[in-house]
């Protein structure tokens, strides 16, 4: 992650995180978003005072267009989530929702990569070496967070008390033979965090290279809003191939889970769902 990943999905991703920890939690985080993107900036380029001026009067812009038109949109995403969700979700409608995702990110990209661009293009070589040792940094933290130098066996349990608690968080408690059944689901699901750690260094060097281009103004904004929008466009056609692989058999699995559920958890993921759908209207409402 960096600061201008944040600008193109920092936004989404950080409500959506919030929604794993309730609905207050999202109502007070989604409010401070501006002071946790300068802090950003700052961690990673230690921004001039000019700087950090700059962009927190472009990401202050950035939010408000986002209150005002985007969650509207997300309120109407969740609420068709909801429905698909209340008859019965499909692996097909788990590639919707992916795909409705990757639609907001690129919106965002298209807000955000005309003022970023102003922004990148005054860094120095020694903010850009800044940046470089971050990464680094960022990557050290992925690999212990995520195991990745441990074995696959370890792996494997920590996906396993990863999901089951994302399960339980959003459908209510488990009972015994269900855990049993979801265990049985998640054995064939691939290890994706390498996967994941491999495209990370990639797009964080491709984001690198990009920064060397920043002094051809006229280029820089459209190659940038393009490596924002389209970040899956570099991969390899292995790594490509092993991502699909991937998120359809974690469809297959959401799936499959979803058939185990008790009307009583359906009612509970509902719920949940339509708690999100009026956050994000009061939210929009309060930016009017």
Known sequence: VNTLTFMRRGLLLLVLALLLGGCSMLRVGYGQLDTVAGWMAHDYFELEPAQRDAFNRSFQRLHQWHRREQLPAYARFFGELRERVHRGTRTED???????????????????????????????PAQIEILRKRFEADNRKFVR??????????????????????????????????????????????????????DRLRRQREFLALLEQRGKRAG??????????????????????????????????????DRLLTPEQRSHLTGRLQGSVEDFRDLAARGK
Do not use: C
Request: glycine share 4%; hydrophobic share 45%.
């Open 145 to 198: 967070e995520h195991r990745l130098d441990q074995p696959p066996a370890a792996l494997k349990q920590a996906q396993q008390r990863r999901l089951l608690s994302q399960i339980r968080d959003w459908a209510g408690p488990l009972s015994a033979d269900q855990e049993a059944r979801i265990i049985a689901l998640i054995q064939p699901l691939p290890l994706s965090e390498s996967l994941r750690h491999e």
């Open 94 to 124: 788990v590639q919707w929702m992916v795909d409705g995702i990757k639609a907001r990110f690129a919106a965002m990209a298209a807000r955000a990569a005309p003022e970023a661009a102003e922004l990148l293009a005054d860094l120095t």
């Open 220 to 257: 820089f904004a459209p190659r940038l809003r393009e490596w924002l929008g389209n970040w899956e466009s570099g991969r390899s056609p292995e790594l490509a191939r092993a991502f699909d692989d991937a998120w359809r058999k974690r469809a297959e699995f959401y799936a499959a889970v």
